[in-house]
């Protein structure tokens, strides 16, 4: 009993690390995304308004 325990717990803590790291890779992705889409966004602005003037 005590064994089957034992693995079950390590199978548990398994599951959390990959949670965990499935986790932070798709928040590290959507950052990335999000940070690159408003840099471009930006720099389209600056253009359009510095080729008005």
């Not at 890779?25 to 003037?53: I, V, Y």
């Amino acid at each position: 009993m005590n064994r089957n325990w034992m693995e079950l717990e390590k199978k548990a803590q398994d599951r959390v690390d990959w949670r965990m790291l499935l986790i932070s890779l798709l928040l590290l992705s959507s950052s990335s995304s999000s940070s690159s889409s408003s840099s471009s966004s930006s720099s389209s602005s600056s253009s359009s308004s510095s080729s008005s003037s």
